[in-house]
């Protein structure tokens, strides 16, 4: 069974990408369900993207109808049956821990309806890693967004060996639908394209100041600068979070078993230290206020 055209959609995991996602496609003019375990955390997704549309609509960028109309479409709930039993595309953003997207996967497998396709948002962990958590692994596949994913025009479509054509093309349409750029990756090699591309940068960044090459602050002027990069790669790792970042960088030493990728003693130091980056209010930088 083919899946059917993206009409309504499924976002399990009301993080910041979680819910940004979900704003994203509701923006778009689909129905969304926004799923959490908590009733707190989906109040305060909902809040936070309500507070950065609102600044949309004082500059002009987004008429408060629109702001009005998307608010409408998403519905929040604790309810996973209810949130993904009846949607043809579920997205799932939770935290990149194996088991529980594991646990999850088990449960929309036997939730989800039999045409509707499971996607991940995950970074590091490829589609492979469930197929056999559900029923229909041809509908099965990465859709990686980027931070801030109200912002980011990229979303990877990463097709797993498992993975059908017709479920693919359906997700680069639906990603072309909420004004983004997809790129189709073939393979679902570790980190896929933009972040095997991005943390390995990081990684050399991160050697160039511990090795006393150059000042952290110059290395991201540097990068700014002379890459026209928005953003320096510690400014960046502190807008993903340091802790996401060694993970995702963890994460890519188990499964390729290449040194390159072991996090570096300079961000495993600032992990260890509790500053998380923008987050926490401090990470390579301060965040007074944050
Ligand atoms: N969430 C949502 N929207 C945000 C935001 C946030 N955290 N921060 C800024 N924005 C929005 C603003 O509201 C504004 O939107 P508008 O133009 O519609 O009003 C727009 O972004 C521009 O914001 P500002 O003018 O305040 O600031 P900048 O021009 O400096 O842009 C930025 C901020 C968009 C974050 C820009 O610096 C940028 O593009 N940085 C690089 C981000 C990046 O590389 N992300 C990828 C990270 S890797 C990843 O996500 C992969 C994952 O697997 C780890």
Same mark, same amino acid.
């Given at each position: 069974m083919s899946p059917r055209e993206i009409a309504s959609v499924a976002v399990v995991g009301a993080g910041t990408m979680g819910t940004q996602i979900a704003f994203c496609a509701a923006l778009h003019g689909y129905p969304v369900h926004l799923f959490s375990r908590s009733d707190q955390r989906l109040h305060q997704g909902v809040a936070e993207a309500t507070r950065i549309l609102a600044k949309r609509v004082e500059k002009g960028t987004l008429e408060p109808r629109d702001l009005e109309a998307a608010c409408a479409r998403v519905r929040p709930t604790t309810d996973l049956e209810e949130a993904a039993g009846s949607v043809d595309l579920v997205i799932k953003a939770i935290a990149e821990e194996r088991d529980a997207k594991h646990r999850v996967f088990s449960q929309l497998g036997g939730i989800a309806r039999e045409d509707a396709i499971l996607a991940s948002n995950s970074s590091t962990m490829p589609s492979s890693f469930f197929r056999e958590c559900v029923p229909h692994p041809e509908r099965l596949l990465n859709l990686h967004f980027f931070n801030p994913a109200l912002v980011m025009r990229l979303v990877e479509v990463v097709k797993g060996e498992h993975t059908a054509e017709t479920t693919a093309q359906a997700c680069m349409e639906f990603a072309r639908r909420i004004g983004k750029t997809p790129v189709m990756v073939r393979k679902a090699t570790y980190g896929?394209?933009?972040?095997?591309?991005?943390?390995? =940068?990081?990684?050399?960044?991160?050697? %160039?100041?511990?090795?006393? @090459?150059? *000042?952290? /602050?110059?290395?991201?002027?540097?990068? !700014?600068?002379?890459?026209?990069?928005?953003?320096?790669?510690?400014?960046?790792?502190?807008?993903?979070?340091?802790?996401?970042?060694?993970?995702?960088?963890?994460?890519?030493?188990?499964?390729?078993?290449? =040194?390159?990728?072991?996090?570096?003693? %300079?961000?495993?130091?600032? @992990?260890? *230290?509790? /500053?998380?980056?923008?987050?926490?209010? !401090?990470?390579?930088?301060?965040?007074?206020?944050?």
């Open positions: 896929f394209v933009a972040n095997r591309i991005l943390f390995i =940068a990081m990684q050399e960044a991160f050697d %160039l100041v511990a090795q006393g @090459v150059v *000042a952290m /602050e110059d290395c991201d002027l540097a990068v !700014r600068n002379g890459l026209n990069w928005p953003m320096g790669p510690f400014e960046l790792a502190d807008l993903v979070g340091l802790d996401i970042t060694e993970d995702i960088l963890h994460e890519g030493h188990v499964q390729t078993g290449e =040194a390159r990728w072991a996090p570096k003693p %300079l961000l495993r130091r600032h @992990v260890e *230290a509790g /500053e998380l980056g923008r987050k926490t209010g !401090r990470g390579f930088y301060d965040y007074p206020g944050a």
